[in-house]
Structures are given as C-alpha cells and as structure tokens.
T-cell receptor, first 114, second 113 residues
Framework: GAVVSQHPSRVICKSGTSVKIECRSL??????MFWYRQFPKQSLMLMAT?????????EQGVEKDKFLINHASLTLSTLTVTSAHPEDSSFYIC??????????FGNGTRLTVT | AQKITQTQPGMFVQEKEAVTLDCTYD???????LFWYKQPSSGEMIFLIY??????QNATEGRYSLNFQKARKSANLVISASQLGDSAMYFC??????????FGQGTRLTINP
C-alpha cells in the first residue's frame, strides 16, 4: 500500500488566494521530506527540502516567501502556495526517503490557478 | 554537478517485445544511487528499480532489469515482454546528498498492440 499520502489530489483556486498541500509519511517518521514541481511535459524539479523542527531548505530560484513549508511533526509536511498566480499552476509532488530504501512519492497535487 | 541524461524523448514498441530505455549520468561522487520511476498519466511516481554504485550485480525486479555500466556511467532500464500497461513516462534519477533526487527529462514509452 501507499507509504506517502498527499492531499488534495487536485485543486482549482482563484488568483491571489493561498493553497495548502499536505504530505504524510504513513509508515515511517520522516525527519526529511522533499517537495518537487513538475510543469507539463517536463521533468520533476526539486523545490525544497522540508526539515522537521527547523526551516526548510530551498533550491536556487525558488521563492521561500511564496512557497511556505512547514514540517511540524515527523509524519506531516505542508506546502502552502501563497498569493497564487496562473504561472504557479503545476503538478506538485512530495517524497520521503529513508536509509537503504527507495524514495517514495505521494500521488501529487495538480494545482490550477484561474 | 550531478546530471542525468535521457536521450530518447519517445519510444514506440510492439507488445511483448523487450525495450531498453537509455540513461547516462554524471557525478564526481563515489557513492550514489540510481533509480527508475514510472509515471502514468495519473501523475503518480511508481518506483521500479534501484542500483547502488557499489552493487556489483545488475539489479532486477520482475520484468525490469537495470543494465549498469559504471565505467560508461550508464544505467539503462530493460523491460522484458512489454505490456500495454507499460505505456507511461519513465524517469531515470540519481540520489545525491541527503536523499535528494536529480531527474532526467524522461522518456515517453508507448506500447502498441
């Protein structure tokens, strides 16, 4: 069964609003989780590393004030897209890893900003 | 810098044939991991197979095998006896520091009946 749960799977929001995406590790207390973004017909690009109990680490070019990441517990990381705009429309997917194990992904969230 | 290259944007194969998806990588690290994921149109990322840089034998998982040639820095995925359900995007990825993954551009595989 799934080991990473991501919710919602699909969301449509109006420009200027904020959207929260949740990612849960179901079988393992993950101190680190990862957020990726995938534009249509492109590959996955790492946005940030979510660290339990501390600040997230953002990849170059990713606005930390726009993409807020909270990892308040060992099983839950959230990504909030603040003041969303149409160019933020994308597929967002989280993953978590554990030593000596493949990285598992959530089912992703398709965000459409109108 | 670490990089994954997949040179085949699309592949078309007849059902029941074997198919090889190419992947080359670049890294200066001695210890690394290579993954293949399948992404159907629904978007989920399905783990297929893993090869560690120190693994001497090629990884196999059912119909999937990984042709690992370390000196050539290639990690090709071989799917035997392809099925219609194998049609999807396939991504090669390399694990870099702290569980991060770097992905290739992907190959869209289409299995024809």
């Amino acid at each position: 069964g799934a080991v990473v749960s991501q919710h919602p799977s699909r969301v449509i929001c109006k420009s200027g609003t904020s959207v929260k995406i949740e990612c849960r590790s179901l079988d393992f207390q993950a101190t680190t989780m990862f957020w990726y973004r995938q534009f249509p017909k492109q590959s996955l690009m790492l946005m940030a590393t979510s660290n339990e109990g501390s600040k997230a680490t953002y990849e170059q070019g990713v606005e930390k004030d726009k993409f807020l990441i909270n990892h308040a517990s060992l099983t839950l990381s959230t990504l909030t897209v603040t003041s969303a705009h149409p160019e933020d429309s994308s597929f967002y997917i989280c993953s978590r890893g554990r030593p000596n194990s493949p990285l598992h992904f959530g089912n992703g969230t398709r965000l459409t900003v109108t | 810098a670490q990089k994954i290259t997949q040179t085949q944007p699309g592949m078309f194969v007849q059902e029941k044939e074997a198919v090889t998806l190419d992947c080359t990588y670049d890294t200066s690290d001695q210890s690394y991991g290579l993954f293949w994921y399948k992404q159907p149109s629904s978007g989920e990322m399905i783990f297929l197979i893993y090869q560690g840089s120190y693994d001497e034998q090629n990884a196999t998982e059912g119909r999937y095998s990984l042709n690992f040639q370390k000196a050539r820095k290639s990690a090709n995925l071989v799917i035997s006896a392809s099925q219609l359900g194998d049609s999807a995007m396939y991504f090669c990825a390399m694990r870099v520091q702290a569980q991060k993954l770097v992905f290739g551009q992907g190959t869209r595989l289409t299995i024809n009946p």
